[in-house]
């Protein structure tokens, strides 16, 4: 999982070498940095690894397309994350032929199913973290995952999800005080 984060990549220097140089290889650089974790996200919304394959490449073509305009965008990351919700949503809107989706009526879930061997190293507590976490409301479940396992901050949350940081902060209140409560048991008896 941690493959791109042990390389720091200056993410704002390759964009300027994508915008002024129009440097292919910086270009691929940004695409494979950011793959893992758009590809996951693009997964729990489309439910489809290939059509998220085809959203993150649509959106990365798009950025390509830019030319040197791409040095202006000024959150990298924020940007791709809110055009992979956006571009996500309208797949989905099409392939179901509505005229509109809400985030609401998706229904997220973030579980692979492990492998035996997999299924050995994940401990009881985590397996009903994974499970309280999936019975969260959809909105709710997509707040927490942005904060916690994409390390967005509050604001940021709220302008990928077009919602006020009130909104984000209700929703992170909420999901905590769920996942406390599924999860007493262990966060009690667990002193060892």
Request: some cysteine; charged content about 25%; hydrophobic content about 40%.
């Amino acid at each position: 999982m941690g493959m791109g984060s042990e390389k720091y990549i200056d993410i704002v220097q390759l964009q300027h070498n994508v915008a002024a140089l129009r440097d292919e290889k910086s270009y691929k650089e940004l695409f494979l940095h950011f793959h893992h974790p758009l590809i996951r996200f693009g997964v729990s919304i489309v439910k489809s690894e290939e059509a998220a394959e085809e959203i993150y490449s649509d959106v990365f073509l798009r950025l390509w397309e830019l030319g040197t305009a791409f040095k202006n965008i000024e959150n990298l990351r924020l940007y791709l994350y809110t055009s992979i919700k956006n571009a996500s949503l309208n797949y989905l809107a099409k392939y179901y032929k509505v005229q509109t989706v809400d985030i609401d009526s998706i229904n997220l879930d973030f579980l692979h199913q492990p492998d035996p061997e997999e299924s050995l190293l994940i401990t009881e507590f985590q397996r009903k973290s994974a499970l309280a976490i999936n019975a969260l409301p959809a909105k709710c479940q997509l707040v927490y995952k942005l904060i916690r396992e994409d390390g967005f901050n509050y604001k940021e949350v709220a302008e990928i999800m077009n919602i006020s940081v009130n909104t984000v902060e209700g929703h992170m209140t909420s999901a905590i005080k769920k996942l406390s409560t599924a999860l007493r048991v262990y966060l009690r008896y667990d002193k060892n």
